[in-house]
């Protein structure tokens, strides 16, 4: 678990580092990506928030590979995490 937790935060920092190269709004993009990467499917991030990009092979890999590590959550975990994104996002709307 440690690997794969190593993997999310390099994944999460590079991914951070493209939204600020573009100029975009880093908490909505990150927002989304977080949303896709719970509950969505690995093509559902490159067609939305990585829609932009060019994820190459390996990358595509890594992420397959977070994905799954994410399926493989508790299910009581996962809702958890769903309600905390959700209430992060319910506090930007707010703002």
């Known amino acids: 678990m440690k690997g794969s937790s ?4 390099v994944a999460l920092a590079v991914l951070c580092t493209c939204g600020l190269a573009k100029g975009e709004d880093n908490s909505e993009f990150f ?7 719970l509950v969505g499917s690995p093509e559902e991030l490159y ?3 990585l829609g932009k990009y060019n994820v190459n092979q390996d990358a595509k890999e890594a992420l397959t590979e977070l994905k799954s590590c994410i399926a493989g959550l508790q ?4 809702a958890e995490l ?3 994104l959700e209430q992060v996002l319910g506090s930007e709307d707010d703002a």
């Open 82 to 84: 769903v309600k905390l």
């Open 6 to 9: 190593t993997l999310l935060l």
């Open 75 to 78: 299910p009581m975990h996962k």
């Open 47 to 49: 067609e939305g928030p």
């Open 31 to 37: 927002m989304e990506f977080l949303q896709v990467l």
